[in-house]
Antibody, heavy 124, light 107 residues
Framework: EVQLLESGGGLVQPGGSLRLSCAAS????????MSWVRQAPGKGLECVSS????????HYADSVKGRFTISRDHSRNTVTLQMNSLTAEDTAVYFC?????????????????WGQGTLVTVSS | DIQMTQSPSSLAASVGDRVSITCRAS??????LNWYQQKPGKAPRLLIY???SLQSGVPSRFSGSGSGTDFTLTISSLQPEDFATYYC?????????FGQGTKVEIK
């Protein structure tokens, strides 16, 4: 059974940093794209970052480019999202999601498994 | 980025009703359109991928159709557990984008 468990959320001041982690199990970790999808309170879904199975290719939404960094650790089967220069607009629940294809370029990917989410609140 | 627009934003329906939700892309996405269901406080759940393929475990009352820029999610007979918010998502380009969501409420 696939399990994705996010951690690291919390309250942070504007301009601060936070590091989210997603612990994955139940599948061949290195064979799938992993993504972070966020949802601001009462709003829709936004895919903020994705990384291929070997970590060689990444993608970022324009809204976080230059501030967020995605990485993965194959020894611990974890995906990490380092978030810097946070603003109130980054306040959201952040979900970790597994893509069915191991590519951020090839069309046709979709998220077949999701974590339960971790809440990030940016406020003074 | 490709913009995804869902309609309606919300709808009220009764158990047993046939419900359709539309998703329109700002450019052709060649069928690379997925549908998710989300209930309050929960993660999204994949229902349909690549326009019309039903995800394993999803009831057959859910179906998807469309091509080019226009896509539809249909629930043939609405059940109590189907009251939720539905999102479309395109994965044609590297910037995967979602529609704004359609909330299905009880009439």
């Amino acid at each position: 059974e696939v399990q994705l468990l996010e951690s690291g959320g919390g309250l942070v001041q504007p301009g601060g940093s936070l590091r989210l982690s997603c612990a994955a199990s139940g599948f061949m970790f290195s064979s799938y794209v992993m993504s972070w999808v966020r949802q601001a309170p009462g709003k829709g879904l936004e895919c903020v970052s994705s990384i291929t199975g070997n970590g060689g290719n990444t993608h970022y939404a324009d809204s976080v480019k230059g501030r967020f960094t995605i990485s993965r650790d194959h020894s611990r089967n974890t995906v990490t999202l380092q978030m810097n220069s946070l603003t109130a607009e980054d306040t959201a629940v952040y979900f970790c999601a597994k893509g069915i294809l191991n590519s951020v370029i090839v069309a046709g990917n979709y998220f077949d498994d999701w974590g339960q989410g971790t809440l990030v609140t940016v406020s003074s | 980025d490709i913009q995804m627009t869902q309609s309606p934003s919300s709808l009220a329906a009764s158990v047993g009703d046939r419900v359709s939700i539309t998703c329109r892309a700002s450019q052709s996405i060649s069928g690379y359109l997925n549908w998710y269901q989300q209930k309050p406080g929960k993660a999204p759940r994949l229902l349909i991928y690549i326009t019309s393929s039903l995800q394993s475990g999803v009831p057959s009352r859910f179906s998807g159709s469309g091509s080019g820029t226009d896509f539809t999610l249909t629930i043939s007979s609405l059940q109590p557990e189907d009251f939720a918010t539905y999102y479309c998502q395109q994965t044609y380009t590297s910037s995967w984008t979602f529609g704004q969501g359609t909330k299905v409420e009880i009439k």
